[in-house]
């Protein structure tokens, strides 16, 4: 497959696609990595591929979390025209997100370092995730900022790792370090970081070798037994849209840029910088 795209690059090897993020200086959710994700994904829909790995070029953020200038222009993020086979009504990371979670493959992630808020909420949406133990961290920061999470997380979590703990990691919006992830069900499994590379790939060159069918099966079989998602995404999506525009929100988002997020030292520490705001 060529690598056509501004913030990801792609590979594909014996029935396994390969996604590097690749969107400095933090890799945000923003528009441009959005729309080719979007292209990705729609590409993969009828791809000879039986298993997507997602994976980032920065050590230190699989995806920082959603940009956060889309308070500035909320109207052109509604805009993004990402995922349009899903329901319109919905917001377009919520569009994409779910696009992912229906993917025909078996999507697997390698959580090498950080991913909070709409970066978290991809990663929920992904059929299975496996983090460096050392480094890796997710968090849902978004009740601090005054909102909620917008991208899927208040339905995808609570499948994952429970109602309570859903609720836990949502309303104290703190870091959750690898090992805390894996004994939650967050992730699947927290390993040393020299070993990462070789379970996920191992995984999906098995996963790929299945019987045609097979794996698809699997998965539609899994989920038979969930709870249709469409009635908490609508709601999610109602409440995030009353608070996002609410004075609160945007001052609290401003008040954030200006205090360094979405720059390295911030991210680093964003958990501390959103409590300190004023």
């Known amino acids: 497959m060529a690598d056509t795209y501004s913030t990801l690059h792609v590979s594909v090897s014996d029935g396994v696609a390969y ?28 791809a000879d591929v039986r298993v997507i790995v997602f994976d980032s070029a920065d050590p230190d953020f699989f995806i920082a979390h959603g940009d956060m200038r889309i308070a500035e222009d909320p109207q052109s993020f509604a ?25 025909p493959q078996i999507t697997i992630a390698k959580l090498r370092g950080l991913a909070r808020g709409g970066g978290a909420e991809l990663l929920s949406a992904m059929d299975m995730r496996f983090a460096a133990r050392e480094h890796a961290g997710l968090a849902q ?13 208040t339905v995808y979590l609570p499948g994952l790792v429970g ?17 805390t992830a894996e004994r939650m069900g967050w992730v699947n499994r927290a390993v040393p970081a020299a070993e990462l590379d070789h379970v996920v790939d191992t995984l999906a060159a098995r996963i790929a070798s299945l019987a045609p069918g097979v794996a698809r099966a699997t998965v ?29 929100a945007g001052r609290r988002g401003e008040a954030a840029l200006a205090a360094g997020a979405q720059t390295r030292d911030g991210e680093r520490r964003l958990e501390a910088l959103i409590d300190g705001l004023a």
């Not at 920061?141 to 997380?153: C, F, H, K, S």
């Not at 109602?163 to 090992?179: F, M, T, W």
């Not at 709870?227 to 004075?247: R, W």
């Open 19 to 46: 996604a590097i993020i690749d969107n400095p200086p933090v890799n945000l959710l923003d528009a441009a990595l959005m729309t080719d994700l979007d292209r990705f994904t729609g590409a993969m829909s009828a």
């Open 79 to 103: 805009a993004l025209d990402v995922a349009s086979e899903q329901d319109p009504s919905l917001n377009p990371m919520m569009r994409l997100h779910e696009r992912i979670r229906t993917l």
């Open 141 to 153: 920061p978004e009740d601090t900022m005054g909102i909620i999470p917008g991208a899927g997380g």
């Open 163 to 179: 109602r309570a703990r859903a609720l836990e990691i949502i309303l104290s919006g703190q870091l959750v370090d690898a090992p």
């Open 220 to 248: 539609e079989a899994v989920d038979a037994a969930a709870v249709s998602t469409s009635g908490g995404l609508a709601t999610a999506n109602e409440l995030f849209g009353q608070l996002f525009s609410t004075p609160h």
